[in-house]
């Protein structure tokens, strides 16, 4: 099978290229640097058309900088754009991809406090990450109306060795300094980095699985567990609450409240149609992504 991949050179974009390459497929990837194996995207519409499925994965990560006006929009067009563009190169394809699996997140639905439980069912959020998820989605509509299956992996925290936000929470406590973000009541939607790719290989190969598809682990947990789930990982304490003050300080009131809220979301149609977790309870994934090898 010949896979056409954006965002490749990201952290899940690696991981799923080593799958595909395990498993035979020819992957081609989607780049701003092109180079062996890695085409431009001005050269996307010819890679395209000769391509059995396209995974598109690109977009600037949400967390890495403070959301000013300047740097929302670029969070926007990252992913609004880039979908509209990879979105119509499937439709006019001569020959088109059978499936456009098109990233999303559980961001979808919304900041949320609650412990309702999500699933794809659920309804949109009505904060800025919400309504950009919204259109993220809708981006791709072209692909879907020129006939092609689409599936948006709605995200949650992907969690890998050397990569993703866990290597941005894991320092502190091994500094003897994490702990708990905010109330921790909110809840935290993770899956090892492993089972995502297998999902998102699932989502290619399973004709019968188009829409949204929340790629989550079976079990979202508290972030007051999850933060105690680390500390017992690491072998170091778990007490040093990060208040939500200190949060908006030193992040900006965007991710301060991405981090301060959160989702309940459930893996409902993944498991529906038959896919099995490796990694479905959080201490054993932390304990192969954290723990010493």
Same mark, same amino acid.
Request: net charge positive; aromatic share 8%; hydrophobic share 50%.
């Given at each position: 099978?010949?896979?056409?991949?954006?965002?490749?050179?990201?952290?899940?974009?690696?991981?799923?290229?080593?799958?595909?390459?395990?498993?035979?497929?020819?992957?081609?990837?989607?780049?701003?640097?092109?180079?062996?194996?890695?085409?431009?995207?001005?050269?996307?519409?010819?890679?395209?058309?000769?391509?059995?499925?396209?995974?598109?994965?690109?977009?600037?990560?949400?967390?890495?900088?403070?959301?000013?006006?300047?740097?929302?929009?670029?969070?926007?067009?990252?992913?609004?754009?880039?979908?509209?563009?990879?979105?119509? *190169?499937? !439709?006019?394809? $001569? #020959?088109?991809?059978? +499936?456009? /699996?098109?990233?999303?997140?559980? &961001?979808?639905?919304?900041? %949320?406090?609650?412990?309702?439980?999500?699933?794809?069912?659920?309804?949109?959020?009505?904060?800025?990450?919400?309504?950009?998820?919204?259109?993220?989605? *809708?981006? !791709?509509?072209? $692909? #879907?109306?020129?006939? +092609?299956? /689409?599936?948006?992996?709605?995200? &949650?925290?992907?969690?890998? %060795?050397?990569?993703?936000?866990?290597?941005?929470?894991?320092?502190?406590?091994?500094?003897?300094?994490?702990?708990?973000?905010?109330?921790?009541?909110?809840?935290?939607?993770?899956?090892?980095?492993?089972?995502? +790719?297998?999902?998102?290989?699932?989502?290619?190969?399973?004709?019968?699985?188009?829409?949204?598809?929340?790629?989550?682990?079976?079990?979202?947990?508290?972030?007051?567990?999850?933060?105690?789930?680390?500390?017992?990982?690491?072998?170091?304490?778990?007490?040093?609450?990060?208040?939500?003050?200190?949060?908006?300080?030193?992040?900006?009131?965007?991710?301060?409240?991405?981090?301060?809220?959160?989702?309940?979301?459930?893996?409902?149609?993944?498991?529906?149609?038959?896919?099995?977790?490796?990694?479905?309870?959080?201490?054993?994934?932390?304990?192969?992504?954290?723990?010493?090898?």
């Amino acid at each position: 099978m010949r896979v056409v991949v954006t965002g490749g050179t990201g952290f899940i974009g690696r991981a799923l290229l080593s799958a595909l390459a395990a498993r035979g497929d020819e992957a081609v990837v989607v780049s701003r640097e092109p180079g062996p194996g890695r085409v431009g995207w001005d050269a996307v519409e010819e890679a395209v058309w000769r391509a059995d499925a396209v995974v598109h994965l690109a977009g600037e990560p949400v967390a890495d900088a403070r959301w000013t006006a300047a740097r929302f929009e670029r969070l926007r067009s990252s992913r609004i754009d880039t979908t509209r563009w990879v979105a119509s *190169a499937v !439709a006019r394809a $001569a #020959r088109k991809p059978r +499936v456009l /699996v098109s990233a999303s997140g559980v &961001g979808f639905y919304g900041t %949320r406090t609650d412990a309702d439980v999500l699933d794809e069912s659920a309804p949109a959020g009505d904060d800025p990450l919400a309504r950009l998820t919204v259109e993220w989605e *809708a981006a !791709a509509s072209e $692909a #879907r109306a020129a006939g +092609v299956r /689409v599936v948006h992996p709605r995200m &949650g925290m992907v969690l890998g %060795r050397n990569g993703g936000a866990i290597a941005r929470i894991v320092p502190a406590f091994r500094w003897f300094v994490g702990g708990p973000i905010g109330s921790g009541t909110q809840f935290v939607s993770w899956i090892h980095l492993d089972d995502a +790719v297998r999902a998102l290989l699932f989502a290619v190969d399973q004709d019968a699985l188009s829409g949204p598809v929340n790629l989550v682990g079976p079990h979202a947990v508290p972030m007051e567990a999850f933060a105690h789930a680390i500390g017992r990982a690491l072998r170091r304490p778990s007490a040093l609450r990060v208040p939500g003050f200190a949060l908006r300080v030193a992040f900006g009131e965007g991710i301060a409240q991405l981090l301060l809220t959160g989702q309940r979301a459930v893996p409902r149609r993944l498991l529906e149609a038959g896919f099995t977790f490796d990694f479905p309870e959080l201490e054993r994934a932390l304990v192969d992504v954290v723990g010493p090898r």
